[in-house]
């Protein structure tokens, strides 16, 4: 097992903090999740997730419960409310999340509000290279998410009750000024050419057209649940991202993998990718586009240049939170020796868009 997964992966004691009230949680469940009973014991999945993540469990079942972190709060950052919303509305779409048995609203119960879902056992994989299983099944694996993504990008928002889960429409321009805002106004993380340049370039050269879909915001193959034993997704992880927005910045982000270095996030550059029977980049792009009933992605160049800065304007603050002390993880101090790289990475894929200079 890789350090990042073995980071990640499975759960711990609850740590110091983050205590939850078992006996008002038992109370909770008992009244509302239907087939509920205990006695329950708690645990906490081990990782970063910036919304604290245990494990309940019971001798016939276990669930799943996320809440938000105690303390103040910025104004909509961990809205656990959110991701309850988008995963119960995928669910009536059948698309592969855990189910949702409730939202708890009521902050007394467990100190904050949370909800409580499925858990969904299966195969996590941590290196998009997939090692361990033969190649026909890693294409099967790298089609199954294919399809995933392209099935999320089908669902009718409106028919499943989120019409109101995003602003619709003008997706790059909002996103670009957010996160040019972001980037600029930390003035103690400071700045780079590359990320200047794409600063300029980025909003002058938006492709045309226009098209709304629910995106996850983060989907990435460590973000996905794998059957056991067959090449198919059960469940797609971690929501905190997804509104309302463009399906080809979504799926954009997804295929930045094959462009992007291993040791930056999970990705595929540098790996012999036809001798371990994965799909190329346009291969992988054209089966999106037949499952979406697209002849081609005109702009998929520029889609990859922004996610390369969203993900540089990301990181970027996180070497001003780390600056600044309030970031002290040791993955926090890995994605700042990465940022020079991944700034530099972002102007490339702008030059591959039409770039000059």
């Known amino acids: 097992m890789s350090a990042v997964a073995e980071a990640n992966s499975g759960t711990t004691a609850v740590r110091a903090g983050y205590a939850l009230d078992v006996g008002a949680l038992d109370a909770w469940m008992r009244a509302n999740v239907a087939g509920y009973a205990g006695p329950l014991t708690v645990e906490q999945f081990r990782g970063g997730q ?79 290279t997939i090692p361990g299983v033969s190649n026909a099944e890693r294409a099967a694996l ?55 340049r794409l600063v300029e370039w980025l909003p002058a050269n938006i492709p045309p057209g226009d098209e709304t879909s629910i995106v996850h915001g983060d989907f990435r193959i460590d973000n996905m649940i794998f059957h056991p034993t067959e090449p198919r997704v059960l469940a797609v992880l971690d929501w905190e991202l997804s509104t309302l927005g463009h399906p080809g910045a979504d799926f954009a982000y997804h295929a930045m993998m094959y462009r992007m270095p291993p040791h930056i996030v999970a990705g595929l550059g540098g790996a012999a990718i036809s001798a371990l029977g994965i799909p190329d980049e346009q291969d992988y792009l054209a089966a999106y586009c037949a499952r979406r009933g697209l002849s081609v992605m005109p702009g998929y160049d520029f889609y990859i240049a922004f996610n390369f800065f969203r993900l540089a304007a990301i990181f970027h603050g996180i070497k001003g939170r780390v600056l600044r002390g309030t970031a002290s993880s040791a993955q926090a101090k890995e994605r700042v020796a990465v940022l020079p790289e991944l700034m530099r990475l972002a102007w490339d894929q702008a030059i591959r868009a039409g770039a000059t200079g």
Not at 155 to 170: E, S
Not at 181 to 190: H, I, M
């Open 50 to 128: 910036s919304n604290p993540t245990y494990k309940l469990v019971t001798p016939g079942r276990a669930y799943v419960l996320r809440k938000q972190p105690p303390g103040q709060l910025l104004k909509g950052a961990h809205a656990v409310d959110r991701e309850a919303k988008v995963l119960t509305g995928l669910g009536r779409a059948g698309f592969p999340v855990a189910h949702v048995h409730g939202l708890c609203t009521d902050a007394s119960v467990v100190g904050t509000i949370f909800y409580v879902m499925d858990m969904v056992e299966g195969r996590i994989f941590w290196d998009a």
């Open 142 to 196: 790298f089609d199954a998410m294919n399809a995933t993504v392209a099935q999320l990008h089908g669902i009718d928002h409106a028919a499943v009750g989120l019409a109101d889960y995003g602003r619709p429409g003008n997706y790059f321009e909002r996103q670009i000024a957010r996160w040019s805002r972001q980037y600029l106004e930390d003035a103690e993380a400071g700045r780079d050419p590359n990320m200047d």
